[in-house]
């Protein structure tokens, strides 16, 4: 007798991963098996309520209920009907309140079945960027808005635009996916939820600046990342996706992923560059820029993963449809990590304007230990600290440069008062020395002297903290890089608002 | 992916470098393929590559140097990859890190002195909504404490 399939959802995002998701899988699997029900099993990316993982979705023919978090033990409850459910994913607030045009896809899609990436919208954007000349495609990334989501907020049709207007024999399109950055995962979890998103975008990028070769460059901490994205290439080009005739049009695109070694420099476009050409990942001065000379001297479009995997939606939905989105020069969406000490940890993709403060206490739920928020940090190791009496700032590139700060990758990453600031401020000196390439003197010898700064305050020493507010200026104004250049972003911020914890009267510090 | 088992290491090594040289950079894959092959890059592995690749013996060595990945000795048997990342701290890593580290009694980047176990640091796994962060042997753990590291550990010799 035959009883109507049912379908289980269970992510395999590294995130569920690192939760259970895998013995949960098995459990499913088992338990099917001893009730002789036929179900099938499908491996999702994760929607990105992180707390809430391993998150489980069945489909007994009238849509996908989802559970959460899911153990082994509590699989059996699933399928008798007594475990509490907590409903359609698209009715739990916290995601009902984002607006998912990037990650549209991440957790609801088999991330290795193209014919499902086709069904969800997908390869809709390529066709019609197949219809379009480089021109005109290049005008569509300019009209949408779209700035790099690395960080730097350049925009991202100006870019394209000067390699397309660069006469070589050869382009590269290079995807920098070394997300280092502290409390940031959105480029991971789109490779592992959404990898197709990806190689569409860089198609996109290459038919419209008229590169022909790509390169995903992916840092070795993300395994997972890897493999999934490597399946994917292999799978667009067994289906005609990549390679010398893309989807039939005559045009070419090949790409391969590059496996980074553990250097969080790297990250930084031209020690990226270095990386990739096989040298030591150190900074190039800039001009020239790599738009004009990058990867092996060629014109070479370099963008974020998340820059490159929003394009699809943006020809998809077209420009306008995405400037609609955002405040004032920040236009679109932008997936906001929160994470940290933080109730609801996990990816919230928004229009941009939302206040600081909303993400942290009323999406993030404050902190998981219950405590007081002390601080966040925003935009990874190089980011400021922010304060609660800043929380009202509104999440766009220009508000949080207006506040000291910067909105960089765009991950939040929440403290309680059990923080020492002073110990986070050196700490951010420490990862900078550790982590400089050695090229430019203020963030090699700089981030040393930090650190020795930092001690002196912690000593007791009066005179160090202006010396360390010098040396934060000479970092910051004579830095090659982001690297040396932001540091004093989390130092000063620290020092600035948190003086208590540097030994410091209010009154001293100011 | 130890294909090169059983043959003279000068020889894997060549194999590897003759299957990865086509590739348009190919130092770095080149250099990730010798230590997922050996552990580590053995010394031997410098001139063969210099000599492949037109680079001299020091350029090699510069860029092996300079990545945090590459080894010039093998590890443990096995490695603890605990997150020091800002995140992580925020639910009490450092906590997790003396702990482990007191108990084998070793520090960053140590091997025990049987040879079993290494402990590296690594900045941020992505796993930042789910600290503190830690990978057993290539397997990721959210949520870790020292007492389910410990238990990852048993029973591995």
Redesign the interface.
Same mark, same amino acid.
């Given at each position: 007798m035959s009883r109507p399939l049912i379908k289980v959802y269970v992510p395999l995002d590294?995130?569920a @991963?690192?939760?259970g998701a895998d013995d949960v899988a098995d459990a499913i699997l088992r338990e099917a098996e001893a009730r002789d029900l036929s179900i099938e099993l499908i491996r999702t990316g994760t929607r990105g309520m /992180?707390?809430l =993982?391993p998150l489980v979705e069945v489909d007994r023919g009238k849509g996908r209920i989802a559970y959460g978090p899911v153990t082994p033990d509590s699989v059996p409850a699933i399928f008798d009907g007594s475990a509490d459910p907590l409903g359609p994913v698209e009715a739990i607030p916290f995601f009902a309140r984002q607006t998912r045009l990037t990650f549209a896809r991440c957790g609801v899609i088999d991330p290795l079945s193209l014919p499902d990436y086709e069904t969800h919208g997908g390869l809709i954007g390529l066709r019609r960027a197949l219809t379009m000349t480089p021109e005109a495609m290049v005008e569509e990334v300019k009209t949408s808005g779209l700035r790099g989501r690395g960080g730097a907020g350049f925009p991202t049709g100006i870019k394209w635009d000067t390699v397309r207007l660069t006469e070589a024999d050869r382009k590269y399109i290079v995807c920098n996916a070394d997300?280092?950055?502290? &409390?940031? !995962?959105a480029? @991971?979890m789109i490779m592992e939820g959404d990898p197709f998103c990806l190689i569409e975008g860089m198609i996109i990028a290459g038919l419209a600046t008229g590169a022909t070769r790509g390169f995903v460059y992916i840092r070795? =901490?993300?395994?997972?990342a890897i493999a999934i994205m490597d399946r994917a290439i292999r799978i667009a080009r067994e289906t005609g996706l990549l390679g010398l005739d893309i989807l039939g049009s005559g045009q070419t695109f090949e790409m391969e992923i @590059? /496996?980074?070694? &553990?250097?969080?420099v790297c990250g930084e476009e031209t020690s990226l560059l270095n990386?990739? =050409?096989?040298?030591?990942? *150190?900074v190039r001065a800039k001009p020239p820029l790599p738009a004009l000379k990058g990867? !092996?001297g060629k014109p070479t479009v370099v963008n974020n993963v998340i820059s490159l995997a929003t394009v699809p939606v943006i020809f998809e939905k077209g420009a306008a449809h995405y400037a609609d989105f955002g405040l004032g020069r920040s236009r679109g969406t932008m997936p906001i990590? /929160?994470? &940290?000490?933080?109730a609801h940890?996990?990816l919230f993709e928004t229009a941009f304007g939302m206040p600081l403060g909303d993400l942290v206490n009323d999406i993030g739920g404050g902190t998981?230990?219950d405590r007081p928020v002390k601080a966040v940090?925003v935009g990874g190791?190089l980011g400021a600290y922010f304060a609660p009496h800043q929380f009202d700032t509104p999440f766009g590139y220009e508000d949080f440069d207006a506040e000291g700060g910067l909105i960089g990758h765009a &991950?939040i *990453?929440? !403290?309680?008062d059990s923080?020492d600031m002073l110990s986070?401020a050196r700490?951010a000196m420490e !990862?900078c020395a *550790? =982590?400089s390439?050695g090229k430019c003197t203020p963030c090699r010898i700089g981030a040393v002297r930090g650190v020795e700064t930092i001690d002196r305050i912690a000593a007791g020493d009066r005179s160090a903290p202006a010396l360390l507010t010098d040396l934060c200026d000479t970092m910051r104004d004579g830095s090659l890089c982001a690297l040396g250049g932001f540091t004093p972003y989390p130092v000063m911020s620290a020092l600035r608002l948190f003086p208590d914890d540097f030994g410091l009267t209010t009154e001293a510090a100011e | 992916m130890r294909q090169t088992e059983g043959k003279p290491q000068a020889e894997g090594i060549h194999d590897i470098i003759r299957s990865l040289q086509h590739l348009e950079g190919p130092l770095l894959p080149i250099l990730h393929a010798i230590q997922t092959a050996y552990d580590h890059i053995p010394e031997a592995a410098l001139p063969l590559i210099g000599d492949a690749l037109n680079l001299t013996r020091a350029e090699v060595h510069g860029v092996i140097s300079f990545y945090h990945d590459f080894r010039t000795t093998p590890a443990g048997r096995h490695v603890v990859r605990l997150c020091r990342a800002e995140a992580c701290q925020a639910v009490g890593a450092n906590g997790v890190a003396a702990s482990v580290l007191g108990t084998l009694g070793i520090d960053w980047h140590g091997t025990t002195g049987d040879g079993r176990i290494t402990v590296e640091p690594v900045y941020c796994l992505g796993l930042c909504a789910c600290g503190p962060a830690a990978m057993v042997n290539g397997k990721v753990i959210g949520r870790t404490d020292a007492a389910r590291i410990g238990r990852e550990l048993e029973g591995l010799t």
């Open positions: 590294s995130a @991963r690192a939760l /992180i707390w =993982e997300e280092g950055d502290s &409390g940031t !995962f480029d @991971r070795s =901490e993300y395994p997972d @590059r /496996i980074g070694a &553990g250097a969080y990386s990739l =050409e096989g040298k030591r990942g *150190v990867v !092996f990590q /929160i994470a &940290g000490n933080v940890g996990g998981a230990s940090q190791p &991950g *990453v929440v !403290f309680d923080a986070m700490f !990862f *550790v =982590e390439c | -």
